[in-house]
């Protein structure tokens, strides 16, 4: 049974942006931190950006600083990853993930994460 709800993905053309989203409604996110992994056809699953449970801490893979932004609303139970100047590599498909308290050493590691979506998807072409 699915925990957390990914929504927002598409088709956008290079440069472009896209917000995502992560929703639950069976459990209270603002005890979990969040991150947001991607994965590629035959490749692992990528640690892409993360947000604590509590401070507002956040991390990001190199590739994407700068250009994304995650951030949450624990009154709306949501979580998001604002993408901007999206490029052809960005596409694949996106997971949330949720991790109870949080643990910012192993925020890349998926093993960590007591939640997942069922993914999103991202294409980026013209």
């Known amino acids: 049974q699915l925990q957390l709800v990914e929504s927002g993905g598409g088709l956008v053309q290079p440069g472009g942006s896209l917000t995502l989203s992560c929703a639950t409604s069976q459990f209270t996110l603002d005890y979990y931190a969040v991150a947001w992994f991607r994965q590629a056809p035959g490749k692992e699953r990528e640690g892409v950006s993360w947000?604590?449970?509590?401070?507002?801490?956040?991390y990001y893979v190199d590739s994407v600083k700068g250009r994304f932004t995650i951030s949450r609303d624990n009154a709306k139970n949501t979580a998001y990853l604002k993408m901007n100047n999206l490029k052809p590599k960005d596409a694949t498909v996106y997971f949330c993930a949720a991790d109870l308290f949080g643990d910012d050493n192993a925020w890349q590691s998926p093993s960590d994460y007591d939640y997942w979506g069922q993914g999103t998807q991202v294409t980026v072409s013209s």
């Open positions: 947000i604590s449970a509590g401070d507002g801490r956040t």
